[in-house]
């Protein structure tokens, strides 16, 4: 268990740098007016960064269930909220470049999503 435990907390780890990855090359994008190269990187962002929080969420280290069995509840660590804000911050900048290649619903949907 602690085996599988430290490598999926590495495995998630290099999800998230990847996923950082795509997200700085979207910026790059994004600065350089190259929009619809902009919205593939934040695409893919995105998907690697909502990927690394399930599989985050299979992952409960042994003091979080020492935890929920006395609180009956898993309490929301602050990486959790972390990468939740990345995920949103990829939702806002997704949503300005949908607004810059005239995709007014679709970006307006993704600010919606940024918010949840």
């Not at 990345?86 to 949503?95: D, G, L, P, Q």
């Amino acid at each position: 268990m602690l085996t599988s435990s430290l490598s999926q907390n590495l495995i998630n780890k290099q999800l998230q740098m990847r996923a950082q990855s795509h997200l700085e090359e979207a910026r790059f994008y994004k600065t350089e007016q190259h929009f619809e190269m902009a919205l593939l990187s934040y695409d893919q962002a995105k998907v690697i960064f909502k990927h690394a929080e399930k599989a985050r969420q299979k992952v409960i280290p042994l003091s979080e269930l020492k935890s929920a069995f006395s609180q009956a509840q898993i309490p929301q660590t602050l990486k959790d909220e972390s990468l939740r804000q990345r995920i949103a911050e990829v939702y806002v900048e997704r949503a300005e470049v949908l607004e810059s290649l005239g995709e007014h619903d679709k970006a307006q949907k993704s600010y919606e999503k940024a918010k949840k």
